[in-house]
């Protein structure tokens, strides 16, 4: 299947500082990703759906300004959590369709995030 | 919006018999629908999906059955094995890049 990958797979940071966590499509273009974000024993939770070359769709009771995200290449997304703080130590995850007008997504091993 | 619910919460089942996870979905527009095995520190691994122009859909020990009329759809995995033992999410999308909506997980424990 067609592989996605986040960096960093960890990481801990101090309350107030950001942190941006990218997610790459290896073997295939993506002109739409999504990001997730799991709390620990919860399902995934979306946040937002990624365009490439364009703004981002936010879910409703996410804020864009706190959780920015940017899609400046059809292999690349970075999500950057802004000003974190320990409520949004959370498992970040990627997904990314393969084929355009496709519906299959492959997701990313995740990111988790510790604010302290 | 849709709205996916998945029962059980947990599921223990001794290993070598089969496993039942069943979902239901609110949207009646949803016609894909995708099963995630999930194991602990990493990403949902697509297991087998399902389209709404089929009843049913079948991959060595996993099989899923979908009912459009009743909008529920079902992962049943025979003959199970230790490594079965994760969180399975069911999913129901609109397909064509739209985004897709979990249910709430099942974890499975495969019992020796």
């Known amino acids: 299947g067609a592989v996605v990958s986040q960096h960093p797979s960890r990481v801990i940071c101090k309350s107030g500082t950001s942190v941006k966590i990218e997610c790459r499509s290896l073997?295939?273009?993506?002109?739409?990703m999504f990001w997730y974000r799991q709390f620990p024993k919860q399902s995934l939770m979306l946040m937002a759906t990624?365009?490439?070359?364009?703004?981002?769709?936010?879910e409703q009771g996410v804020e864009k300004d706190k959780f920015l995200i940017n899609h400046a290449s059809l292999t690349l997304s970075t999500l950057t959590v802004t000003s974190a703080h320990p409520e949004d130590s959370s498992f970040y995850i990627c997904?990314?369709?393969?084929?355009?007008?496709?519906?299959?997504?492959?997701f990313g091993p995740g990111t988790r995030l510790l604010v302290l | 919006g849709e709205n996916v619910e998945q029962h059980p919460s947990t599921l223990s089942v001794q290993e070598g018999d089969s496993a039942v996870i069943k979902c239901t979905y609110s949207?009646?527009?949803?016609?894909?629908f995708p099963w995630y095995k999930q194991e602990l520190g990493k990403g949902p691994q697509l297991i087998i999906d399902?389209?709404?122009?089929?009843g049913e859909k079948k991959d060595q020990r996993i099989a899923v059955t979908l009912n459009k009329t009743a909008k529920h759809f079902s992962l049943h995995i025979t003959e199970t094995q230790p490594e079965d033992s994760a969180v399975y999410f069911c999913?129901?999308?609109?397909?064509?890049?739209?985004?897709?909506?979990f249910g709430k997980g099942t974890r499975l424990h495969i019992l020796p």
């Open positions: 990624s365009n490439e070359g364009s703004k981002a769709t936010y």
């Open positions: 997904s990314a369709n393969p084929q355009r007008g496709q519906e299959t997504q492959y």
């Open positions: 399902i389209r709404s122009n089929v």
């Open positions: 999913a129901a999308s609109m397909g064509r890049d739209d985004k897709i909506i």
């Open positions: 073997d295939f273009q993506a002109t739409t």
């Open positions: 949207d009646s527009a949803s016609n894909y």
